[in-house]
C-alpha cells in the first residue's frame, strides 16, 4: 500500500513539474497575489476529478471516442493562441501597468474563468491525469485508489507551493521590468504549446 502511494505522488509530481500554461499562470497569480488560494484551489480539484476519473478507467472511453481528443486539441490551440495575444498586449502595456495595485487587481470571475480555461481546455492535462496516471495506476491492482489519492496530494502540493512560493521572487519582481519579461515570456511559452500541439 505505502509503495503505491509513494509512487502516485511521485509520478504525478514528475507529470506537473514541466513548465506549461497552467503552471505558468499560478506563478504569475502568486506573483501578484491575486486570488491565489481560489487558483491553486481550482487547479488542485480540477486534478483531483481528472485523477480520479483516470484511475477509474477513464482513458478506455477517451480511446472509443477519438474525436473527443481532436476537438479538445484544436480547442486548447484556439484558446492558448489568445491568452498568448493577451500577455504580450499587456507587456506592451509596461511594466507599472502589470504590477498589482493596491487594493485592486483582476476580478475574480475573470481570474476563475481563465484558470478553468487553461486547465480544462489543456489536451496535455487529460494526457497526464486520464491516461498516463491511469495507466500507471492499473499496475497497483488492489491499491489504485491509494495511488490515486497519493497523486491528488502531489497536485495540491505543488501547486501551493508555487502559488504561494512566487512571493519569494517579489523582491526580483519589484522592478516593472521585470513585469515586462514575465509576460512576454508567458506569451511566448503560450504559443509554443500551441504550436506543439497544433503540428503533433
Not at 514528475?14 to 499560478?26: P, R, T, Y
Not at 523582491?171 to 514575465?182: D, Q, S
Request: glycine fraction near 12%; hydrophobic fraction near 60%; proline fraction near 4%.
Amino acid at each position: 500500500m505505502w509503495q503505491a502511494g509513494i509512487a502516485g505522488y511521485f509520478t504525478a509530481l514528475s507529470l506537473i513539474l514541466a513548465i506549461g500554461a497552467q503552471n505558468a499562470f499560478v506563478l504569475r497569480q502568486g506573483l501578484r497575489r491575486e486570488h491565489v488560494g481560489v487558483v491553486v484551489a481550482i487547479c488542485a480539484v480540477s486534478d483531483a476529478v481528472l485523477i480520479t476519473l483516470g484511475v477509474a478507467g477513464f482513458g478506455a472511453v477517451s480511446r472509443a471516442v477519438p474525436w473527443l481528443a481532436v476537438a479538445m486539441k484544436w480547442a486548447g490551440v484556439a484558446f492558448l493562441l489568445f491568452y498568448g495575444a493577451l500577455r504580450f498586449i499587456a507587456a506592451r502595456r509596461g511594466g507599472e501597468a502589470l504590477m498589482p495595485a493596491p487594493g485592486g487587481g483582476a476580478p475574480l470571475g475573470r481570474v476563475v474563468a481563465t484558470c478553468l480555461m487553461l486547465t480544462w481546455a489543456n489536451p496535455h492535462v487529460y494526457l497526464d491525469t486520464l491516461v498516463l496516471i491511469g495507466s500507471v495506476s492499473a499496475q497497483y491492482g488492489p491499491h489504485r485508489a491509494v495511488f490515486g489519492v497519493a497523486a491528488a496530494l502531489a497536485s495540491l502540493s505543488f501547486f501551493a507551493a508555487l502559488g504561494y512560493g512566487a512571493r519569494l521572487l517579489a523582491p526580483l519582481f519589484a522592478r516593472p521590468r521585470a513585469w515586462v519579461w514575465l509576460e512576454t515570456g508567458v506569451g511566448l511559452l503560450m504559443w509554443a504549446i500551441a504550436a506543439g500541439l497544433a503540428f503533433s
